[in-house]
């Protein structure tokens, strides 16, 4: 069994930035990949980023490419997502998971483990 818990959430204005971070106990992230993804109200959960356990490979959803940026201390078994030039339309619950496999894409469906969520409110 693995928890996940994000916590780093927050109201802040458009423009700011905040850092969620994600801790894993039971068994941890080796040999997996750590998504982060989000949920607005009414709207699909969305993919944002995802790591390599060994920190060797990240990718992004196009939507926060270069504002975002995913980290990886296995040493803390914690992951991070640096949000940077937030917009309102940022606002949502955010949440990391575990994939499934090795390799985790940007599927909702190739995670199975979840955190309960951050909320992340951007105002204008």
């Known amino acids: 069994q693995v928890q996940l818990v994000e916590s780093g959430g927050g109201l802040v204005q458009a423009g700011g930035s905040l850092r969620l971070s994600c801790v894993a106990s039971g068994r941890t992230f080796s040999s997996f990949a750590v998504g982060w993804f989000r949920q607005a109200p009414g709207k699909d959960r969305e993919f944002l980023a995802r790591?390599?356990?060994?920190?060797?490979?990240?990718r992004y959803a196009d939507s926060v490419k270069g504002r975002f940026t995913i980290s990886i201390d296995n040493g803390k078994n914690t992951v991070y997502l640096q949000m940077n030039s937030l917009k309102p339309e940022d606002t949502a619950v955010y949440y990391c998971?575990?994939?499934?496999?090795?390799?985790?894409?940007?599927?909702?469906?190739?995670?199975?483990?979840w955190g309960q969520g951050t909320q992340v409110t951007v105002s204008s």
């Open positions: 998971a575990r994939s499934v496999g090795m390799f985790g894409s940007s599927a909702a469906y190739d995670y199975d483990y």
């Open positions: 790591i390599y356990w060994n920190g060797g490979s990240t």
